[in-house]
């Protein structure tokens, strides 16, 4: 692993940490430690980066706002790149705008809406990266990042290459990118729009989401996707698990289809909970529900 950091070290500015525990970078404040973990500062030096991991054949994970993650407690002992410092924001000429995978969408949402240009204002709150948000089309009250994405540029460890919103292939909180390459960037389309009533909505947004999803503890928002014509909290909810815990993981008493990290919860006690919850509904409904969290590592 040290071999491998000082090659690293050689190509890139920015910090590469051996062991640095992931439970610093996921919105849960769970996860066992990364073998390495990287933060490139440019397109270039991910490029670089992914060359060398590549060549040392040693398998890694692209890490946004790591809000839809769970790690376990073993960690992952590969290299975890954190997206982070790819923050560029672009408003071209031809309308469209190109933005870096590593930036907040909260960001690029102000700036949108300050511009006058609609189509993610509705997202107002999710707090993701644009790499995370594409790789899991995220959505929010009927929009989607499908809605506005023309394209995006993925990295990999033979370069970059530009693929289209038809080849992302953008479903239901999933998309085609291949675990195998890091959205760089993405290219959005957005609509026009007037800047107050934009604005307006994304406060209302805002609001709503405090109202519903302020649980005030550690958490990966929604656990489990919506199965077709249900809502995966209602399930939960009807089955009498509201507040059940296991460990330091708790299901939300304010939203159902939230677990929240009471305090030193371990990534076993949320995967206990999670089986839980699948074989209760499972009994009363029939309904698997299926995770919408990423778990990764090894226990
Ligand atoms: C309080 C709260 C509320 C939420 N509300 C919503 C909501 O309303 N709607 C919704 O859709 N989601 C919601 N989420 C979930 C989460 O914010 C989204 O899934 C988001 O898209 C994840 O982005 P991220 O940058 O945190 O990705 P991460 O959690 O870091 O990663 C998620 C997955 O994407 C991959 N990934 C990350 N960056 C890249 C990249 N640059 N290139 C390729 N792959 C990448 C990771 O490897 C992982 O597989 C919520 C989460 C929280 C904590």
Redesign the pocket.
């Known amino acids: 692993m040290n071999v491998i950091a000082a090659a690293l070290r050689e190509i890139l500015q920015g910090p590469v940490l051996v062991g640095e525990p992931l439970r610093r970078?996921?919105?849960?404040r769970i996860g066992g430690p990364a073998g390495l973990f990287i933060a490139p500062q440019s397109e270039e030096e991910l490029l670089a980066a992914l060359h060398l991991l590549a060549r040392v054949n040693m398998p890694w994970?692209?890490?946004?706002?790591?809000?839809?993650?769970l790690v376990r407690d073993g960690g992952f002992r590969g290299a975890v790149?954190h997206?982070g410092a790819?923050q560029s924001i672009a408003f071209r000429d031809d309308g469209t705008v190109k933005v870096g995978?590593?930036l907040s969408?909260m960001r690029l949402i102000r700036q949108a809406v300050q511009r006058g240009l609609a189509g993610l204002e509705d997202?107002a709150?999710?707090?993701?990266?644009?790499?995370?948000?594409?790789?899991?089309?995220?959505?929010?009250?009927g929009q989607?990042?499908a809605g506005v994405l023309e394209g995006a540029l993925?990295?990999g460890s033979e370069g970059m290459e530009y693929w289209t919103a038809e080849r992302l292939d953008m479903r239901y909180?999933a998309s085609a990118?291949p675990?195998d390459?890091?959205?760089?960037a993405a290219i959005l389309r957005f609509t026009p729009g007037d800047p107050e009533r934009l604005e307006a909505c994304v406060q209302q947004r805002l609001h709503a989401?405090r109202k519903a999803?302020g649980?005030g503890k550690p958490?990966?928002?929604?656990v489990f996707k919506n199965p077709p014509g249900h809502q995966a909290w209602r399930l939960i909810d009807e089955s009498g698990l509201r507040g059940h815990s296991i460990g330091g993981a708790q299901i939300s008493e304010k939203h159902a289809n939230?677990i929240i990290n009471r305090g030193g919860a371990k990534a076993a006690d949320v995967l206990s909970l999670i089986g839980q919850i699948q074989e209760v509904v499972r009994g009363r409904t029939g309904i698997m529900l299926e995770p919408?969290?990423?778990v990764?590592g090894e226990a």
């Open positions: 970078h996921t919105t849960w994970l692209a890490l946004g706002t790591g809000s839809n993650i790149i997206m790819l995978g590593g969408m997202l709150g999710i707090p993701a990266t644009v790499g995370g948000a594409v790789k899991m089309n995220a959505g929010a009250a989607d990042m993925l990295a909180r990118v675990s390459r890091i959205v760089a989401r999803q649980v958490n990966a928002g929604s939230f919408e969290v990423q990764i």
